[in-house]
């Protein structure tokens, strides 16, 4: 373990600092909408949702038709995006 002194100062402008970021980053939230991982759906929600098998929801990744998001190796899906394939694959 590495022990890291810093001068009270510089702790202070660091916070500073990071306050006026996370300010920032509120802000954005409250101007574009809920962006909270609580409204998306993962692989095992998209494929219940849609009836299908995981190999197929890769598949429509694959050729573009599902748009999704990557974060740590799992994918995640907005609900609007899953509606418009229904809609889609409706009216195939």
């Not at 100062?9 to 509120?26: G, K, L, Q, Y």
């Not at 849609?50 to 573009?64: E, F």
């Amino acid at each position: 373990m590495e022990v890291i002194n810093v001068e009270a100062r510089t702790f202070e402008a660091m916070m500073s600092r990071f306050e006026t970021f996370a300010e920032r980053v509120d802000t954005l939230c409250r101007e574009n909408g809920d962006k909270t991982m609580q409204t998306w759906l993962d692989n095992q929600d998209v494929c219940q949702i849609l009836n299908i098998a995981p190999r197929t929801l890769q598949t429509y990744r694959d050729n573009g038709t599902m748009p999704h998001t990557r974060i740590a190796h799992k994918m995640y899906y907005r609900p609007e995006d899953v509606e418009r394939l229904i809609h889609k694959l409706k009216t195939k």
